[in-house]
């Protein structure tokens, strides 16, 4: 697969199946945009060591999972890149290369690994889970990615992949700056709340519609979903603006969403009914993706050489960014005989 195209780099950690926050914050503009950009998809199983260390066979039977949940959504194998963190040997080399060129200080005062490291209830981070942001600017430069789909919470990681490009290239490539400098793209709606009404849908959570969730528990979750407390009677008057169910209408209704959202404040339609049209909305969605990822997990081999073929194909990207890496550093050794 050879391009012209300007390049784009997304992923996601291998902890599970993947879910409508997954969908809306990247997944969509994957399948948006692959024809647009030579896209690469990574599975970044070692970035998943950073929370799961203690757990590697959840990660190692997530990479089907995962690869698959990015197939059935409408990635298409023969126009992206789809591709295993841990087979890609230049992405460690680089990690350790930008490691020479960022401060502790910065890393400290990074928001996201802050948060993270609250969620995951950590008081004392691992070396890995405490510079894995540096890691991340390895994955999306390896490939000199243009344009890095993501959540509003990785744009602290993207500004530090674009300052450690910057200070590559103004230390070591300045009269050839090959190191690119790429750019955000964030989804529509770059954090869907959880069912429970948690800010966040994780998978960690419990609080998730998953891609390839059937039909019945679809519709148990749906049901299942947290609404306005203070709605006692389907007549009482509602307040969308705080039920987790109209803002899953505002992505998954849109068309229908200020009817919903009326119909509530006037007390005509109950939470029952409005979680019913949801219901029926996402599964309209999922339906298709379903098919397709049936199609894949009775073809897994397909599944693995799509996943061997892309590992190739970054690879040989990735052994030649590393290689003109190392000539800018100087750690290319001259060991011929000069005599």
Request: charged share 25%.
């Amino acid at each position: 697969m050879t391009s012209l195209k300007k390049r784009l780099l997304t992923g996601d950690r291998p902890t599970g199946r993947l879910h409508i926050g997954h969908y809306v914050g990247s997944l969509e503009n994957r399948v948006r945009l692959q024809d647009e950009y030579d896209s690469f998809i990574e599975i970044a199983d070692i970035q998943a060591l950073t929370t799961h260390f203690k757990r590697p066979e959840l990660i190692s039977e997530s990479i089907m999972q995962v690869a698959m949940d990015n197939l059935s959504v409408g990635l298409d194998p023969n126009k992206v890149t789809i591709f295993l963190q841990s087979q890609i040997p230049s992405i460690a080399e680089m990690t350790i290369f930008y490691s020479m060129l960022v401060t502790m200080n910065v890393l400290r005062q990074n928001p996201t690994v802050k948060s993270e490291a609250a969620n995951y209830g950590y008081e004392d981070m691992t070396y890995g889970f405490f510079g894995y942001p540096v890691s991340q600017a390895a994955d999306i430069t390896f490939c000199g990615a243009h344009l890095v789909p993501v959540g509003e919470d990785q744009a602290p990681h993207i500004e530090l992949c674009r300052k450690l490009v910057r200070r590559f290239n103004d230390l070591y490539a300045q009269d050839d700056p090959f190191l690119v400098e790429p750019k955000m793209l964030v989804g529509d709606f770059p954090r869907l709340p959880g069912l429970d009404g948690n800010a966040k849908m994780g998978k960690s959570l419990g609080n998730a519609i998953y891609l390839s969730d059937s039909e019945e528990d679809l519709r148990s979750k749906v049901m299942t979903a947290v609404t306005d407390p203070s709605r006692i009677h389907k007549t009482d008057p509602g307040h969308p603006d705080i039920c987790v169910v109209a803002t899953y209408h505002s992505v998954f209704s849109k068309d229908q969403y200020e009817d919903i959202c009326d119909r509530c404040k006037a007390g005509t339609i109950g939470c029952v009914a409005c979680k019913k049209e949801l219901f029926n909305n996402l599964n309209t969605l999922l339906t298709p993706f379903r098919e397709k990822r049936a199609y894949y997990e009775s073809h897994l081999d397909e599944v693995r050489d799509i996943i061997a073929a892309g590992n190739d194909r970054a690879n040989q990207i990735g052994d030649e960014t590393s290689r003109r890496m190392k000539e800018a550093m100087h750690l290319v050794p001259h060991l011929a005989n000069e005599d």
